[in-house]
């Protein structure tokens, strides 16, 4: 297994356009988390799922914003109709059960939004 | 106030400096992870603390739960550490948890 994956790297779309990110997890982590950081700025947390269940979501992902993670394994976060301020690194991680386990973070997607 | 608090933000040193970079933060954690994150984006995780220190070849990470505060140092400092040392906080307890970040600490070692 060579870590979290995420696909594409990089993303440029015009505003309004959907665009959708997916994370392959580390095979046996249960745990993943999608996370958005600007530039100079720490990551900031999104959503959070256990196994298929997406058990935390933060208050930036508004309506445009949905997360999935059908079979447990890889996850995709899709934005609806993107904004310019949507344009961030979007950030993967997973990690195995337990209380704070280890995170693996993924390259990242960089959005660009024109 | 932000949960958690880096010092400094920006940190440039010479080659072989031994270097300290503070986490302070003003929450219950359950553990305190140090990251990496070189310029393109990729973080990598450093340490998972909970308690006490841990080193890993050049790189040292304290803690303090009491006092609320950990340290990341590096000794004889290289370019190749030139990088975003970021600290996060594990808040909550049981299955639903989440990260906090700092904003980082941007290191530049020269040669």
């Known amino acids: 297994d060579t870590g979290v994956s995420q696909d594409p790297r990089h993303k440029i779309t015009k505003r309004g356009q959907n665009v959708t990110f997916r994370c392959d997890p580390i095979?046996?982590?249960?745990?993943l988390y999608w996370y958005r950081q600007t530039l100079g700025q720490g990551p900031e947390f999104l959503t959070y799922?256990?196994?298929?269940?997406?058990?935390?979501k933060s208050r930036l992902l508004s309506d445009r914003f949905s997360a999935e993670r059908p079979k447990g394994s890889f996850s995709t976060l899709e934005i609806q109709r993107t904004e310019q301020g949507d344009s961030a690194m979007y950030l993967c991680a997973s990690s195995l059960g337990g209380h704070g386990g280890e995170l693996f973070f993924g390259e990242g997607s960089r959005l660009t939004v024109l | 106030k932000n949960e958690v608090e880096q010092s400094p933000q920006n940190l440039t040193a010479q080659e072989g400096e031994f270097i300290t970079i503070n986490c302070s933060y003003s929450?219950?954690?359950?553990?305190l992870h140090w990251l990496q994150q070189h310029p393109g984006g990729g973080i990598v995780s450093l340490f998972m603390l909970s308690s006490g220190k841990k080193k890993h070849g050049r790189l040292i990470a304290t803690i303090n739960i009491q006092e609320k505060h950990s340290s990341l140092h590096i000794t004889a400092s290289h370019p190749r550490d030139s990088a975003v040392y970021i600290c996060a906080l594990h808040t909550g307890g049981g299955s639903n948890y989440k990260l906090t970040f700092g904003k980082g600490t941007l290191l530049t070692v020269n040669p």
């Open positions: 799922f256990q196994n298929e269940a997406q058990l935390e």
């Open positions: 929450v219950g954690i359950s553990a």
């Open positions: 095979s046996e982590h249960n745990r």
